[in-house]
């Protein structure tokens, strides 16, 4: 089960450490920047679209002005199409936009390990994806809001 992390130069740092613990937990994982000097936006989107199709969870790195950034909205539109998990990561005190309350946020380096947890339990529990997934699988559906309750609880609990 793969996990796409999607990130913007400005979060490389938090990208490059979030994928390090995912790999210390035997999590196969994919850092893609955004923003790179030399790709269209229809590039870019197409691109990432298929890495999600690919992965069966996405991690993004969301910038201060997350409300605003263009691939964010285009990306959990992606996202949620296939049924992945979703989930974010905002380090600092930024506030996050409404639109994205839905899904749960990391905002702390400690959140990793609760992400971990609720990844490993879906294996465990036998409500991971198997790729490639069947288009509009409601069971998958099922299983994706599981985690992201799930993971959205374990981050209020703190564990």
Not at 16 to 40: K, M, P, S
């Amino acid at each position: 089960m793969p996990v796409f992390i999607s990130y913007r130069h400005e979060e490389r740092l938090d990208a490059f450490i979030l994928n390090e613990r995912l790999l210390l937990e035997g999590i196969t994982a994919q850092l893609v920047e955004f923003g790179a000097d030399g790709h269209t936006r229809e590039d870019a989107h197409g691109s990432a679209c298929q890495q999600i199709n690919d992965a069966t969870h996405w991690i993004g790195l969301l910038p201060a002005e997350a409300g605003d950034d263009w691939w964010t909205a285009r990306l959990l539109e992606a996202a949620i199409t296939a049924n992945r998990r979703v989930s974010f990561y905002l380090s600092g005190g930024c506030e996050l936009p409404e639109q994205l309350d839905r899904w749960p946020v990391m905002r702390q380096r400690s959140h990793i390990d609760l992400f971990v947890r609720a990844y490993h339990d879906e294996c465990t529990f036998q409500r991971a994806m198997i790729l490639p997934a069947e288009r509009g699988s409601s069971v998958d559906r099922d299983n994706a809001d599981f985690f992201h309750a799930d993971l959205k609880a374990k981050i209020r609990r703190g564990f």
